[in-house]
């Protein structure tokens, strides 16, 4: 073999050692974030409703089973949890308007008249909030519907409504309402009434409801 052709031969053979030597290292995959743990919100949804088994439509007492079915007096509500919290006074302060919920408002549904406590409520949809004081908390309706709970606005008031008040022996965890109905005698012509009663931490609080003025 020529002097050239062994100089060639042997380039050829180093520089495939080379390439060999430098090939890249495989790309090594992204590492990946851990997944998300899923955690539970801090407020849950409620709801609670009253069913009148007639409705006054076309200037009378309609039965069940046509068209409008029963009416209902019904409230739906964020529910906070006290979660080892002191309510009243730090959850809830004093002397200011409060959501009397969680989140979303707090909404009234009237499927008929209703008076609260002595206030006349058209049918329709409302919010409600409580004003607390040391002197006695309201119930306040507002004409305001399917708002944020702390966008109230006080030139939107229906009513605002005294509410019973009593120390409770035992806190309640979680903020919640009842529509309690008052039994009446097979052939009362007294209509439907009852009580509203809402209670969180160790105070509750009630007034009256009835269907009608």
């Known amino acids: 073999m020529s002097v050239s052709r062994l ?4 380039f050829l053979l180093v520089s495939a050692d080379l390439g060999a030597q430098v090939q890249p290292a495989p790309a090594t995959p992204a590492q990946q974030p851990a997944p998300a743990v899923p955690r539970v919100a801090q407020s849950t949804r409620a709801s609670v409703e009253a069913l009148i088994d007639r409705r006054w439509l076309l200037g009378r007492w309609l039965a069940t089973g046509g068209v409008a079915g029963p009416a209902r007096i019904a409230i739906a509500y964020g529910q906070p ?20 919920g969680a989140n979303q408002a707090t909404q009234l549904t009237a499927e008929l ?47 605002r409504i005294d509410l019973r008040s009593r120390t409770l022996a035992e806190p309640i965890e979680s903020l919640t309402f009842w529509l309690i109905p008052t039994a009446e005698t097979q052939g009362s012509t007294t209509l439907p009434r009852g009580a509203l009663k809402l209670a969180w931490g160790n105070v509750e609080l009630s007034t009256d409801w009835r269907v009608g003025r």
Do not use: C, M
């Open 7 to 10: 100089v060639v031969a042997s």
């Open 81 to 100: 949890h006290a979660r080892g919290r002191t309510v009243l006074g730090t959850v809830v302060p004093w002397d200011s308007v409060w959501r009397t």
């Open 113 to 159: 008249d209703i008076t609260i406590g002595n206030s006349f409520i058209p049918r329709g949809i409302y919010t409600l909030f409580t004003l607390p004081t040391r002197s006695g908390w309201k119930l306040i309706v507002s004409k305001q519907n399917l708002q944020w709970g702390t966008e109230y606005d006080p030139a939107q008031d229906l009513a």
